[in-house]
């Protein structure tokens, strides 16, 4: 789900106040910290974010606040497995605007003519008219796939997988991975690294939460 401005700067603010202290903040602290007088206007940011999945609090518990799905996830992982660090790098779910000049094709095998023209290639065009965000791609479960350590991925929002999709995988509502989704025979679902280091997760379905699958990669050279 796409967050506010404000719900990313309370979510951000968690996050490194959490990192920082090692315990998490107040309402207080957290009206303080973002210059927000109102304590019903925290606690309504903080509860949205409950409810989006980025966040979870123990029932009836002061200072309760984990950060699940924030600028740099955590999570120990399991054992023999890696989980992916992401991080969301923009609170808009649309591209918009964006226009690159393409100038023409270059060969993968043999040589071609170079022609230069006046084409763009618009990122709104490529992803079409999909609910959109992007993910930042920390450790090399995927690097089998051409999923690299630091590449952005683009996420189709969707809650729904079908054989072989990469999705955003939230487990148990506290650990979030980058993984191919597939069936089991016995009903649980197999989350695939593509690694041959990597152990697949196995997990019951209604422990899984799909947040997105990817349709695309963007790297930085």
């Known amino acids: 789900m796409a967050l506010t401005k404000r719900q990313y700067e309370v979510l951000s603010f968690l996050d490194s106040f959490i990192k920082q202290n090692g315990y998490c903040p107040s309402f207080q ?6 210059n927000l007088s109102s304590l019903a206007t925290v606690h309504k940011h903080v509860k949205t974010l409950e409810a989006k999945g980025f966040i979870h ?3 009836n518990q002061s200072r309760s606040i984990e950060v699940v799905f924030a600028l740099e996830m955590g999570g120990s992982g399991r054992k023999g497995q890696e989980v992916s660090h992401l991080e969301p790098e923009s609170s808009q779910n649309r591209i918009e605007g964006w226009e690159l000049p393409l100038f023409g094709r270059i060969a993968a095998g ?7 023209n006046n084409e763009g290639l618009s990122l709104e065009e490529f992803v079409g008219k999909k609910d959109v965000f992007t993910l930042r791609v ?10 690299c350590d630091d590449d952005y991925v683009i996420i189709e929002r969707t809650e729904t997988a079908v054989e072989g999709d990469t999705i955003v995988a939230l487990i148990d509502n506290s650990e979030a991975t980058l993984k191919r989704f597939y069936r089991e025979p016995d009903g649980r679902i197999r989350l695939q ?4 280091g990597m152990q ?4 019951k379905e209604e422990s899984l939460k799909i947040q997105g699958r990817v ?7």
């Open 29 to 34: 602290e957290i009206g303080k910290g973002l």
């Open 193 to 196: 690294p593509a690694n041959p």
């Open 215 to 221: 349709i695309g990669v963007l790297r930085k050279y």
């Open 57 to 59: 609090r123990g029932f």
């Open 138 to 147: 920390k450790g090399d479960s995927m690097v089998e796939d051409h999923i």
């Open 200 to 203: 697949p997760i196995f997990v």
């Open 110 to 116: 043999l040589p071609l003519e170079a022609v230069t």
